[in-house]
């Protein structure tokens, strides 16, 4: 960490998203009123996102997934946690 800067690389994989230090599977179920069971929850733009409960279908191309931006953010949110910071809050919250 320099200058308050954290450089995060997040490898989306088919099966996993990895992290220098989390792995996650890479299913997302989005919910619009919040979930009973809150473990791994993502809240974004008014939505719940339980993340990593079974792997994603193989797709060709990843940028045309919305899915993969919340698991990009999952991962981003993971991080800064391990941080002990979280710096968007206003963006996203995560709980795991």
Do not use: Q, W
Request: with cysteine; proline share 1%.
């Amino acid at each position: 960490m320099t200058n308050n800067t954290i450089v995060i690389g997040i490898d989306h994989g088919y099966g996993n998203i990895k992290t220098a230090h989390t792995c996650f599977k890479s299913g997302v179920a989005a919910y619009d009123k919040e979930p009973t069971f809150k473990n791994n929850m993502l809240i974004y733009n008014d939505r719940y996102y339980i993340i990593g409960e079974e792997h994603k279908e193989f797709i060709s191309d990843k940028m045309l997934d919305d899915d993969y931006y919340i698991l990009t953010l999952a991962a981003v949110a993971r991080e800064e946690m391990l941080y002990g910071e979280v710096r968007h809050k206003s963006m996203y919250a995560c709980r795991s």
